[in-house]
């Protein structure tokens, strides 16, 4: 069983506990939040553990790397609590687990890793993505949503299956050294999660928008700007990764977007609302959902980008009611490439 690297010395030292005063949704004061690290420091039962929504963003907060999420997580499945009801949490398991139905074949660069997210395997084309491979299913499923569900034991068991199947199966034997993450998630376990749970990566991941900057670059002379505002919805699992943020903009800039300045974006913004709805937690979705969505209507927004998949189908709907078109950031760019959405 590898152990989570969490300091308790850094935390013991902390003088901001900004991972729990920053939270958007626990709304704690000071006080409350010593009080509240002091008990997960101890190993008992504190409110954090019952009501935290499992967003991610105390990652992000916490300005010496301690990784609180993980360790609320790791309470969370010590304490025997379950963020979502255990029979839907149990379903969830058995239903994504591994399926073992690889079948090796040679691929090329860019390999493109679509997670759990066959769906969208067409939107690997293009100009932008010319030659690429992809590879998709359970088998190599990040596995990283268990976070949201208390179970960081079966990110530690299935983990390490997933990663020796990418690299084994596929970017070893072709001799190929990266793979291209198209949901951060992903690039968010390989860099972030598995350092921290001890888990060795072989293959070097890459950022969806650190290819696509690259590759606009590339493509430079193809581009006619758009000339359109759009607002960008950030996802959760972007938290583990904020380093990546400035790329957005690159990319925005790059296709003559405009992002739009809106409350609820980059550090403040609000989780599309999915996961509380798995908590059970209905008034609260309805209510970030409604603050989330009306402060894009307010910005004028064309599009609304997101970056991952879940979020768009969470919330895709709704932006259209809204009369914003929704469309993942790679669909954006063929948009400004000149070669339109697949099918339209
Ligand atoms: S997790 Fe980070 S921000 Fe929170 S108490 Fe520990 S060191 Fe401070
Ligand atoms: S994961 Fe989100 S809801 Fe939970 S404590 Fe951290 S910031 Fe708050």
């Known amino acids: 069983m590898n152990d989570l690297k969490f300091s ?17 949704y626990l709304k704690m004061d000071f006080a409350t939040a010593r009080e509240e690290r002091g008990r997960l420091l101890q190993g008992e039962k504190a409110r954090v553990l019952e009501e935290c929504v499992t967003c991610y963003a105390c990652e992000e907060y916490c300005s010496h790397g301690n990784h609180p999420f993980y360790h609320i997580v790791e309470r969370q499945e010590q304490l ?22 690889i079948s090796p074949k040679k691929v090329q660069s860019p390999v493109v890793n679509m997670c759990y997210f066959p769906m969208f395997t067409g939107s690997i084309r293009g100009k932008l993505f010319e030659g690429a491979s992809t590879i998709v299913g359970s088998d190599f499923f990040c596995n ?11 990110i530690r068991e299935r983990l390490p299956e ?53 590759r606009l670059d590339e493509l430079k ?40 300045d809106r409350k609820y974006d980059r550090e403040n913004a609000l989780c599309c609302g999915t996961i509380f709805r798995a908590q059970q937690k209905d008034d609260l979705a309805d209510d970030v959902q409604k603050r989330n969505l009306d402060d894009m ?48």
């Open 297 to 344: 209507a307010a910005t004028g927004a064309k599009f609304c980008v997101f970056s991952c998949p879940a979020c768009l189908f969470t919330l895709g709907e709704s932006v259209f009611k809204r009369g914003i078109m929704p469309i993942l950031l790679n669909d954006l760019c063929q948009i400004a490439l000149g070669e339109g959405m697949k099918g339209g």
């Open 8 to 24: 308790r010395e850094i935390c013991e030292r902390c003088e901001t506990f900004d991972c729990l005063t920053r939270c958007q």
């Open 162 to 214: 997933v990663i020796a199947n990418i690299w084994e199966h596929y970017l070893s034997d072709s001799g190929v050294e990266e793979l291209v993450c198209f949901h951060d998630e992903c690039y968010g376990t390989y860099t972030r999660l598995a350092p921290a749970f001890g888990i060795k990566v072989p293959f070097k991941p890459v950022h969806i928008f650190d290819y696509l900057n690259k």
């Open 80 to 101: 025997g609590i379950w963020p979502v009801p255990k029979p839907v949490t149990k379903q969830q398991i058995l239903m994504m687990a591994p399926k073992g139905k």
């Open 221 to 260: 002379d193809r581009i006619q700007p758009l000339g359109q505002k759009v607002a960008y919805q950030r996802s959760c699992s972007n938290r583990l990764v904020p380093e990546t943020q400035p790329w957005v903009d690159e990319i925005f800039k790059k296709i003559g977007a405009e992002r739009v």
């Open 144 to 154: 990283v949503m268990w976070l949201h569900f208390g179970k960081n034991s079966v």
